[in-house]
């Protein structure tokens, strides 16, 4: 992300709220920058960068007191990528947009959908659009097709259920690029969808190759990308088009997605926990070490476990464990110590004498797993102490399954959390479930509706959390300082020579007070 810096008429030191005289020279001062937000460094730690009431595809607004003025100003923290909600119906009416949607669904062997949720995910965005009057090109991958077209990988079966959930007649193309598509899309009336056959049709796509994304992008006016658990691959369908068509802005579905994860990961109420589980410590070694960083206890569950049981020099009979991995748990729990967070291992687990949902069962204590048994679930104590530790937590995020939940004899201690957590969102606290099994966990426990927010994203999810940049994020355009949806005084902005950009900044919104001028200069460097 572009660091930005305001050339601002100040005299130090200024307080917000405060009129002060005008200096003989301007100063910059610096902007925190960070994945999907942006806010003056002296003043980000008063903003308040996460709020469940509203979304930050718009601006957000903090009243802070300052403690040279008697009265409240409003700071305000920019949302550093362009939504689609910035985009009202003059903007979208009649225009052709390209979605880059998320209808990854599962299918049975008769192609019927057994798992909605992505396609009711991308809902809200299209039908901001539709109700605004745009002919909407709807793109989407599908399964892994390896040498061209598949009937099985086909979107065929997702036009129907589109159908119902919008309430209108959603028309499909037997392909993406080419004379079907534009004689399509030129037949399209305003608040109309077109479905585009899967993208991954082409090799190209993967490949991220401009003459193939420039082909996707041939029919359209404006690109929204709502595609969260593609976000962080650069194909062309997401990262791409983006350089053909102005402006590309983030859906509604990927601006929570960044909310959320980003937001909330970034600036938590606290306490703050994370849970992690999973079979592997491998795939999980960045979400650890940067949650590290951020949060006041982790929780630690599945099969990953027992590479920190050995690393101890425990008994871990023949569960999972990762030996080249063994050095590497010892430095996490040392970090933990060193960084003060409290780093929670299961003290009981349910052990089993083979990996399979008949196999003979018994609660035994960690480090005491026989030979040839193997931990399949925290163990009833272990859930008890976890409850325990949630107990006054106020943000959670959880990624990975406490055992191998598919089985019912060892789902106890997966959906054990869950219910905690489901219990804790009725209290106040903010329940992150971060994508992946953990997710298909929560919908299993039919608890999916009582979580703050329940990511689409599996590698998208794990990759933000550890600080990565999203490429189909990156891409998209940057919200300007000049756009607020607030009406409380940012304004017309003009482009000057130097790159530089004036906003005409009335009541002082960009810039520190300044009663000898209205206007704000930004500078992108």
Known sequence: ???????????????????????????????????????????????????????????????????????????????????????????????????????????????????????????????????????????????????????????????????????????????????????????????????????????????????????????????VNDAFGTAHRAHASTEGVTKFLSPSVAGLLLQKELDYLDGAVKEPKRPFVAIVGGSKVSSKIGVIESLLEKTDKIILGGGMIFTFYKARGMSVGSSLVEDDKLDLAKRLEEAAKSKGVEFILPTDVIAADKFDENANTKVVAAGEIPEGWMGLDIGPDSLKAFQSALADAKTIIWNGPMGVFEFEKFAKGTFGVADTLAELSAKGAITIIGGGDSVAAVEKAGLADKMSHISTGGGASLELLEGKVLPGVAALDEKSAGSSSNGNGGGDAQKNADGSTTYQDPLDVYCDDNPETDECRVYDT
């Not at 305001?6 to 130090?12: D, L």
């Not at 099985?152 to 193309?173: C, D, H, Y």
């Not at 991220?208 to 006016?221: I, T």
């Open 1 to 223: 992300m572009a660091n930005m810096t305001m050339r601002m008429q100040v005299q130090a030191p200024v307080c917000a709220g405060f009129h002060a005289p005008r200096a003989q020279r301007a100063r910059p001062m610096r902007l925190s920058s960070f994945q999907g937000f942006v806010a003056p460094a002296r003043l980000a730690a008063n903003c308040s960068l996460f709020s469940l009431q509203q979304s930050f595809s718009s601006l957000v607004n903090a009243q802070t007191r300052s403690p040279c003025s008697r009265s409240l100003r409003t700071v305000v923290c920019m949302a550093a990528k362009k939504s689609v909600s910035d985009l009202k119906k003059g903007d979208l009416e009649g225009k052709v947009v390209l979605v880059r949607a998320d209808l990854n669904v599962p299918l049975d062997k008769s192609q019927n959908i057994t798992d909605d949720t992505r396609i009711r995910a991308a809902i809200p965005t299209l039908k901001y659009l539709t109700d605004n009057g745009a002919k909407v090109l709807l793109t989407s991958h599908l399964g892994r097709p390896k040498d061209g077209p598949e009937d099985k990988f086909r979107l065929n079966p997702v036009v129907p259920r589109l159908s119902e959930l919008l309430g209108t007649n959603v028309q499909k193309a037997d392909d993406c690029i080419g004379d079907e598509v534009k004689q399509k899309t030129q037949a399209l009336n305003n608040g109309e969808v077109l479905v585009l056959e899967n993208v991954r049709f082409y090799k190209e796509e993967t490949k991220n190759d401009p003459g193939f994304a420039e082909k996707l992008a041939a029919n359209a006016d404006i690109f």
